[in-house]
């Protein structure tokens, strides 16, 4: 299958991509916020929660290459749908369940499939096919910073619910909210053409071809230490500076600017992405985020201490996104970006499942997070040297060169 766009204004394809993704990550970064009320509520340890989201982030990345799959067989539209019938059912679930198990399978599975349907591959499988190859990293930062601005404005208005209505009421009002996302895909993908085509590289040779090309593995094994890293952080990170002794509204005001920042983070990694190497971008935010990390144990914990790194994590947050993405974009072409970009989020996610039980499990057995902040800043060094000797001139390039 080959998918097209129709002429449209690209400002209106960027403006419902970003809406997308800031509803579905700004509903998702809050979830840090909910782990206290509902493990008092229901008696759980805090590894019964750490345990579901990082279910929800290993399921969101097994999902998401079959996600970008569909989406680049048969265009995004039907895929946010179910996307956005899937967060719905998943809220309600997390709402009503009383059970460790149901907690897994609501919070884990169910949004875990949410997030795969409803986040970057599925819309990039479509912007991909828009943008010409010079606007693409610069147009996935602008939509990835919407992302953070989702966290920046969910993350406040999650906590004024909790505190005003409850963790029920609020998981109700998400869910009503998550809604959103379908109509915001029929307006996305307006103009979509999809028409079969025969001939070309199938979807399993293009997975061999990519599996085979060392670039490709290195940057999916560094993107592993992302994951880990960003939702270690954004999980228990409020957590944590209870245990020290800090109130919550520090905690809250941390991730909302952990999101504000990750909004110029973000946005400016697209721009720079266009100018210089990607390589060597993504290589300097994983040492940067060891150094960021080691200053913040290091120093004396105050809440300026923590604005200053919320600030200085989130410039980094996820500017990983739109540089990684465009490599895949660059080196592979859009033909089967959802899928690859997908592979390569596959193992962000299964970082992203062992920072944040990993970070649960260990406080329960140490009664510090210690052990799991000096494990992000040596994986943010290896992350490092994993990405400077990535290729990213374009395989079709690379065979012309040598024939």
Not at 166 to 183: D, R
Not at 299 to 327: E, M, R
Request: aromatic share 12%; charged share 10%.
């Amino acid at each position: 299958m080959t998918t097209s766009f129709t002429s449209r204004p690209l400002a209106s394809v960027l403006l419902f991509a970003a809406l997308i993704v800031g509803v579905s990550m700004g509903i998702r970064h809050s979830f840090g916020l909910f782990l206290v009320p509902l493990s008092t509520e229901h008696g759980w340890s805090r590894e019964v929660f750490s345990f579901a989201m990082a279910l929800q982030n290993l399921v969101w990345g097994a999902i998401q290459p079959f996600a970008g799959l569909l989406a680049d067989r048969y265009g995004a539209k039907r895929v946010l749908w179910g996307g956005s019938l899937m967060y719905i059912l998943g809220l309600l679930g997390m709402a009503w369940t009383t059970t460790g198990t149901g907690f897994a399978a609501t919070a884990g599975i169910m949004i875990g499939i949410a997030h795969a349907t409803t986040t970057y591959s599925v819309v990039f499988s479509a912007m991909g096919k828009l943008l010409p190859p010079a606007r693409r990293s610069w147009a996935m930062g602008i939509v990835a910073a919407a992302g953070s601005f989702g966290q920046f404005l969910m993350v406040p208005v999650a906590a004024s619910l909790i505190d005003g209505m409850g963790w029920l009421g609020t998981l109700l009002i998400f869910a009503a909210a998550s809604f959103l996302i379908a109509p915001l895909g029929t307006a996305l993908t307006r103009g979509l053409q999809v028409a079969a085509s025969g001939g070309g590289q199938s979807a399993r040779e293009a997975f061999r071809e990519a599996m085979g090309e060392r670039g490709f593995v290195l940057l999916t094994l560094g993107y592993f230490v992302c994951g880990f890293q960003v939702v270690f952080i954004g999980v228990h990170l409020p957590t944590y500076l209870l245990d020290k002794g800090l109130n919550g509204n520090v905690g809250m005001t941390a991730l909302a600017l952990i999101g504000l920042f990750n909004i110029l983070g973000t946005y400016s990694a697209g721009i720079l992405g266009g100018r210089w190497p990607k390589r060597y971008l993504l290589a300097g935010i994983y040492l940067t985020r060891s150094a960021v990390i080691s200053l913040f144990l290091l120093l004396p914990l105050t809440p300026l201490s923590v604005y200053v790194f919320a600030a200085a994590i989130g410039f980094l947050w996820l500017s990983t996104v739109p540089l990684t993405n465009a490599i895949v974009a660059q080196v592979f072409g859009v033909r089967y970006l959802g899928m690859l970009s997908g592979l390569v989020f596959f193992s962000h996610q299964i970082g992203s499942f062992l920072g944040v039980w990993l970070g649960g499990r260990l406080f329960d057995s140490t009664g510090s997070y210690d052990i799991v902040w000096l494990i992000c800043i040596a994986l943010g060094v290896v992350a490092a040297l994993l990405n400077l000797p990535v290729d990213e001139s374009s395989l079709e390039s690379r065979r012309t060169v040598t024939t």
